[in-house]
């Protein structure tokens, strides 16, 4: 499972820069370059509302739509360590996988 690194801080599932779901998913079918790619589990934070009950995790399953990048496996990211960007994102398509590379 890659190390996740997420600065999506509008994300009601963003603590700490890590991610409190288990697993997350990338979408990015036809992507040929990062701002091509999106975090789908997105999920934009409801006035003040924060997530304090669930757990961050620094390591997470990552299934993967963007099958053009040199870390997708069978629709899974095979990075050791990926990055999820899009500060102050308002929906999933302003995020993306900072990680991807075109193969």
Do not use: W, Y
Not at 43 to 61: C, K, M, R, V, Y
Not at 66 to 78: E, F, L, P, V, Y
Request: proline share 3%; glycine share 4%.
């Amino acid at each position: 499972m890659p190390q996740l690194s997420c600065c999506v801080d509008s994300c009601t599932h963003n603590k700490e820069n890590c991610c409190c779901k288990n697993t997350i998913k990338v979408g990015g079918k036809k992507a040929e370059k990062p701002s091509s790619t999106c975090c789908e589990s997105f999920h934009e934070q409801d006035g003040s509302f924060t997530n304090s009950i669930e757990t961050p995790n620094a390591a997470l399953d990552v299934k993967c739509d963007a099958t053009n990048c040199i870390h997708n496996c069978n629709c899974s990211c095979a990075a050791d360590s990926i990055d999820v960007s899009g500060v102050s994102a308002c929906s999933c398509d302003q995020t993306q996988c900072s990680s991807f590379q075109e193969r």
